[in-house]
């Protein structure tokens, strides 16, 4: 997966979370997990793409 | 609020600070997109929102007068700060150089690093608010103005310090770290707006009228905000950037005078979305029985944009207002050290640093700054912006009225006394009737720095004369 997908597909992510809880289909605890899991993606991934790309 | 984290992928430190930018170095409009974009999503903006419904603002008043305030914020930065960027190619600090002299100059940086100081102690409060919650640490009201717990003392000296340290220590790390934290950081903001819109029941923009209407009587020691106040303040909370010139420093690097208009990212993502955003946040905790208790018993609700976010949306919310108060206090930190470093030269960047963040820490421990932000930042416009007005007229009118350009420059002097006097007289003037008159500071911004042109002309006209 190319560097721009990674935070697109994460951002994508966020952004369906906030909608399945607008339309009430997610509660306010299911959203604030969510929204912490894709924050752990977002800075963990960033970090690995990162990393590997200074390996190689 | 403005931060120079991306600012520093365009503008390498040490590169043409005393020669105009080549053309080989220009930038196209992409670069300065995500620039602005990232750089008006600051910590503080997790205050300035809240600060608007303190003030007693209407839904209408907030919503058209920041799309109108915003926009003249853009034109501006198109049509004033973009043409002499790329006419001229120079930094703010040596164009005024060769105008002013270099020691006005010190003058000018000291002010500058001040007010630094004190914009990055709100960023350090706003993270110490998030930081604070885990040790369930009392937040600062509204109305407070000195440390208000122990808790809070050792919370913002634990904060400003780690801050301080990494800016002098790391900030290419950090400058990196900002650069991969905006997008999401931007999102978080929206996302925020957006579940605290739909637990306020707001659906439409007749459901928000409805929950918010005409506004209400501004908090205790606040002055009600109409059209026109957030109009004024959303047009000139960022005037030293655009009328003061500050972003000579920036734009120089722009191939063409369209690329002004990317500002509108900043001003449309930082100061429209985050900032309506993070007022809904703090509408939602005003319908919390905690606050109405406390509307109750006539006190005054805090403005702690930690608790706020953690009630929206959780941890992520939390995050949010740490890297955002982090990563905008560490490059400004970094800035104020920066025009503090110009007044002492010999001295070391990271002892200087050190100096800066540990004033920008002492200014955090008081919760004036960042609870009376919207006066403060139209201070820090108003003082900084009419500096701008001097490198407006002079550009513009010098050559017609058969004066001098860069007048220190040519005759080799250290102090231009015509920047000086209209400087302080513009100041000084429109301070003083803003005092005496009760009006916003911001609504004479724009006199002062017409004033501060025309006095500077005149001024020099007579000067050179002899």
Same mark, same amino acid.
């Given at each position: 997966m190319s560097k721009f997908w990674f935070p697109v597909l994460i951002l994508s992510a966020m952004l369906l979370i906030t909608v399945l809880f607008y339309a009430d289909m997610l509660g306010q605890k299911d959203l604030n997990n969510g929204l912490f899991a894709c924050t752990v993606v977002w800075f963990g991934g960033l970090a690995a793409v990162d990393y590997w790309k200074k390996k190689a | 609020m403005e931060e120079v984290t991306a600012q520093e992928s365009i503008q390498t430190s040490g590169e043409f600070e005393r020669q105009p930018v080549p053309t080989s170095q220009l930038k196209d409009w992409r670069k300065f997109l995500g620039m602005y974009a990232g750089e008006h999503a600051a910590g503080t903006e997790f205050v300035i929102g809240p600060l608007f419904l303190t003030a007693g603002v209407s839904a209408f008043d907030l919503i058209v007068g920041l799309l109108v305030g915003n926009f003249l914020a853009v034109l501006t930065w198109r049509y004033i700060t973009t043409p002499i960027a790329t006419s001229e190619r120079l930094t703010l600090y040596y164009k005024l150089e060769k105008i002013s002299g270099r020691k006005l100059v010190t003058g000018y940086n000291l002010a500058n690093g001040l007010l630094f100081c004190f914009l990055a102690g709100a960023m350090i409060t706003v993270s110490a608010t998030a930081v604070g919650i885990p040790f369930d640490m009392p937040m600062p009201a509204l109305t407070d103005r000195m440390p208000t717990s122990i808790s809070w003392v050792l919370v913002v000296l634990g904060v400003g310090a780690v801050i301080s340290i990494v800016a002098a220590k790391g900030y290419d790390a950090v400058s990196k770290f900002s650069n991969i934290a905006a997008p999401w950081m931007v999102l978080v903001f929206l996302i925020a707006g957006i579940v605290a819109a739909k637990?306020?029941?707001?659906?439409?923009?007749?459901?928000?009228?409805?929950?918010?209407?005409?506004?209400?009587?501004?908090?205790?020691?606040?002055?009600?905000?109409?059209?026109?106040?957030?109009?004024?303040?959303? +047009?000139?909370?960022? !005037?030293? =950037?655009?009328? @003061?010139?500050?972003?000579?420093?920036?734009?120089?690097?722009?191939?063409?005078?369209?690329?002004? +208009?990317?500002?509108? !990212?900043? =001003?449309?993502? @930082?100061?429209?979305?985050?900032?309506i955003s993070a007022c809904l946040m703090f509408a939602l905790y005003l319908k919390s029985p905690e606050a109405e208790a406390i509307l109750a018993g006539g006190g005054v609700p805090p403005v702690a944009p930690g608790p706020l976010s953690y009630e929206v949306v959780g941890i992520s919310g939390l995050v949010c207002v740490l890297v955002a108060g982090w990563t905008t206090a560490n490059p400004t930190i970094y800035r104020a050290g920066l025009a503090f470093q110009a007044i002492f030269p010999k001295s070391f960047t990271t002892k200087v640093t050190l100096a800066t963040g540990a004033i920008a820490t002492i200014a955090g421990l008081f919760p004036a700054f960042a609870m009376k932000l919207l006066d403060f930042v139209a201070v820090y416009g108003f003082i900084l912006a009419p500096i701008g007005a001097v490198i407006f007229f002079e550009h513009y009118f010098a050559e017609r009225l058969g004066m001098v350009r860069n007048y220190a420059a040519a005759k080799g002097i250290g102090f231009n006394m015509a920047v000086l006097a209209a400087w302080l007289i513009s100041m000084g003037v429109f301070y003083t009737i803003s005092v005496q008159q009760g009006v916003f500071l911001s609504f004479f911004t724009l006199p002062a720095w017409i004033a501060c042109g025309v006095l500077y002309l005149v001024f020099s006209k007579i000067l050179q004369k002899k």
């Amino acid at each position: 997966m190319s560097k721009f997908w990674f935070p697109v597909l994460i951002l994508s992510a966020m952004l369906l979370i906030t909608v399945l809880f607008y339309a009430d289909m997610l509660g306010q605890k299911d959203l604030n997990n969510g929204l912490f899991a894709c924050t752990v993606v977002w800075f963990g991934g960033l970090a690995a793409v990162d990393y590997w790309k200074k390996k190689a | 609020m403005e931060e120079v984290t991306a600012q520093e992928s365009i503008q390498t430190s040490g590169e043409f600070e005393r020669q105009p930018v080549p053309t080989s170095q220009l930038k196209d409009w992409r670069k300065f997109l995500g620039m602005y974009a990232g750089e008006h999503a600051a910590g503080t903006e997790f205050v300035i929102g809240p600060l608007f419904l303190t003030a007693g603002v209407s839904a209408f008043d907030l919503i058209v007068g920041l799309l109108v305030g915003n926009f003249l914020a853009v034109l501006t930065w198109r049509y004033i700060t973009t043409p002499i960027a790329t006419s001229e190619r120079l930094t703010l600090y040596y164009k005024l150089e060769k105008i002013s002299g270099r020691k006005l100059v010190t003058g000018y940086n000291l002010a500058n690093g001040l007010l630094f100081c004190f914009l990055a102690g709100a960023m350090i409060t706003v993270s110490a608010t998030a930081v604070g919650i885990p040790f369930d640490m009392p937040m600062p009201a509204l109305t407070d103005r000195m440390p208000t717990s122990i808790s809070w003392v050792l919370v913002v000296l634990g904060v400003g310090a780690v801050i301080s340290i990494v800016a002098a220590k790391g900030y290419d790390a950090v400058s990196k770290f900002s650069n991969i934290a905006a997008p999401w950081m931007v999102l978080v903001f929206l996302i925020a707006g957006i579940v605290a819109a739909k637990r306020l029941g707001v659906s439409s923009l007749d459901d928000l009228w409805a929950v918010w209407g005409s506004g209400s009587e501004p908090f205790p020691g606040q002055i009600k905000f109409t059209f026109w106040h957030v109009t004024a303040f959303a +047009w000139f909370c960022n !005037a030293a =950037m655009h009328l @003061g010139m500050s972003d000579l420093s920036v734009l120089r690097y722009a191939d063409r005078n369209s690329v002004g +208009w990317t500002s509108a !990212a900043g =001003m449309y993502v @930082g100061h429209y979305m985050a900032w309506i955003s993070a007022c809904l946040m703090f509408a939602l905790y005003l319908k919390s029985p905690e606050a109405e208790a406390i509307l109750a018993g006539g006190g005054v609700p805090p403005v702690a944009p930690g608790p706020l976010s953690y009630e929206v949306v959780g941890i992520s919310g939390l995050v949010c207002v740490l890297v955002a108060g982090w990563t905008t206090a560490n490059p400004t930190i970094y800035r104020a050290g920066l025009a503090f470093q110009a007044i002492f030269p010999k001295s070391f960047t990271t002892k200087v640093t050190l100096a800066t963040g540990a004033i920008a820490t002492i200014a955090g421990l008081f919760p004036a700054f960042a609870m009376k932000l919207l006066d403060f930042v139209a201070v820090y416009g108003f003082i900084l912006a009419p500096i701008g007005a001097v490198i407006f007229f002079e550009h513009y009118f010098a050559e017609r009225l058969g004066m001098v350009r860069n007048y220190a420059a040519a005759k080799g002097i250290g102090f231009n006394m015509a920047v000086l006097a209209a400087w302080l007289i513009s100041m000084g003037v429109f301070y003083t009737i803003s005092v005496q008159q009760g009006v916003f500071l911001s609504f004479f911004t724009l006199p002062a720095w017409i004033a501060c042109g025309v006095l500077y002309l005149v001024f020099s006209k007579i000067l050179q004369k002899k």
